[in-house]
């Protein structure tokens, strides 16, 4: 069973009216980086489980905000020296080689484990600025 919900461009509206379009999106940076550190928690907790030197724990990162085609987002990445964003897919996917590798679905886990967290931080934080 779905939910429509209605009047989300109104209260958009409302909101930016009050506090301003720059104030808002301030604030939805903030939430969104917020969300962002539990989601990184997440992964970092679910990488232990076939952690080797550690650097696709080291690695992840959190961009800065970015506008994207379905509003403001953060993208969570792997930058560093050692280049392990190169092992992700890898490690998500499988090879034909060896297609259940220790890492398997971590990612994937790590995003669905994190969807009540994630909500709840980003839910605590337009509560404290709104």
């Given at each position: 069973?779905?939910?429509?919900?209605?009047?989300?461009?109104s209260?958009?509206?409302?909101?930016?009216?009050?506090?301003?379009?720059?104030?808002?999106q301030?604030?939805?940076?903030?939430?969104?980086?917020?969300?962002?550190q539990?989601?990184?928690?997440?992964?970092?907790?679910?990488?232990?489980?076939?952690?080797?030197?550690?650097?696709?724990?080291?690695?992840?990162?959190?961009?800065?905000?970015?506008?994207?085609?379905?509003?403001?987002?953060?993208?969570i990445?792997?930058?560093?020296?050692?280049?392990?964003?190169?092992?992700?897919?890898?490690?998500?996917w499988?090879?034909?080689?060896?297609?259940?590798?220790?890492?398997?679905?971590k990612?994937?886990?790590?995003?669905?484990?994190?969807k009540?967290?994630?909500?709840?931080?980003?839910?605590?934080?337009?509560?404290?600025?709104?």
């Open positions: 069973m779905g939910v429509n919900i209605t009047g989300l461009k209260l958009q509206a409302e909101l930016e009216k009050r506090f301003g379009q720059a104030k808002m301030e604030i939805s940076d903030q939430a969104l980086f917020e969300g962002a539990v989601i990184k928690k997440e992964l970092e907790q679910n990488f232990e489980s076939f952690r080797d030197t550690g650097a696709s724990i080291d690695e992840i990162t959190i961009s800065g905000p970015k506008d994207g085609p379905n509003g403001r987002r953060r993208d990445h792997w930058v560093g020296p050692k280049d392990r964003y190169r092992l992700i897919h890898i490690n998500e499988g090879t034909v080689k060896n297609p259940n590798p220790a890492g398997k679905g990612v994937a886990a790590s995003l669905e484990g994190g009540k967290a994630y909500r709840k931080a980003v839910k605590k934080v337009l509560e404290s600025e709104l």
